[in-house]
């Protein structure tokens, strides 16, 4: 799963993003707000966990111009502000919670998993599953029933992109934004060279038409 942490305090946001990449999330982060729009708005993170005084564009300003866009990731506002109205204010702008600093870290890693469960995300146990298809993130491989796909690395990361937005159409550069991220060497052409290989995997179980092509758009997992 990929998150975006916006948080102008350095040393808060460098010790969330650890704590984070520890607990095996791919993170991105910004301290301004400018720039922290310009990455959430390319639609390809699981979660922002947004601070509502930035410099630049505000967490609330952000999460409107979002909303407007029609990006509905998933978004929680850390803020040291705890008055009724500044939640409230907070969850009108489309955020989706809201947690006080200073914060106690498992608290934090409780909600950013609550929500993306409650955004079908993340299943209890982290698995995720469309039709016979499903990820098992603990063995990190893809399976057909029963079957495991032996997926490779990047295979994985195509897959698990595909299932979190099942039925949505999801652009090429949004895969290769989301799996190869933005400071890849390799184009934008690898992404069909592994939708190729991921296709491949799933044939030898009668399953590669789950992965469609959206002609000169991108991919979308669904069943015919």
């Not at 409650?118 to 982290?126: A, C, D, V």
């Amino acid at each position: 799963m990929r998150i975006l942490v916006v948080e102008d305090d350095i040393d808060l946001l460098e010790a969330i993003v650890s704590l984070l990449e520890d607990e095996s999330y791919q993170v991105d982060q910004a301290s301004a707000g400018d720039e922290g729009y310009l990455l959430a708005e390319q639609g390809i993170y699981d979660l922002l966990v947004l601070d509502i005084m930035l410099p630049g564009m505000d967490g609330l300003s952000i999460i409107r111009q979002l909303r407007k866009k029609g990006i509905l990731t998933p978004a929680l506002f850390l803020t040291a502000k705890d008055s009724v109205e500044d939640r409230v204010r907070g969850l009108d702008a489309g955020a989706d919670d809201y947690i006080v600093k200073p914060f106690v870290i498992s608290e934090l890693l409780a909600r950013i998993r609550a929500l993306l469960r409650r955004g079908g995300k993340m299943g209890t146990e982290g698995q995720l599953e469309y039709g016979p298809i499903s990820l098992r993130p603990h063995l990190h491989d893809g399976y057909v029933g029963e079957e495991p796909l032996k997926l490779t690395v990047k295979e994985y990361d195509l897959l698990e992109f595909l299932l979190r937005n099942r039925e949505q159409i999801v652009t090429r550069e949004q895969i290769f934004d989301r799996v190869w991220g933005f400071d890849s060497e390799a184009t934008s052409t690898v992404v069909d060279v592994y939708v190729h290989h991921l296709r491949k995997k799933l044939a030898v179980y009668n399953c590669d038409h789950f992965v469609q092509t959206i002609r000169g758009v991108g991919y979308m997992l669904k069943e015919k």
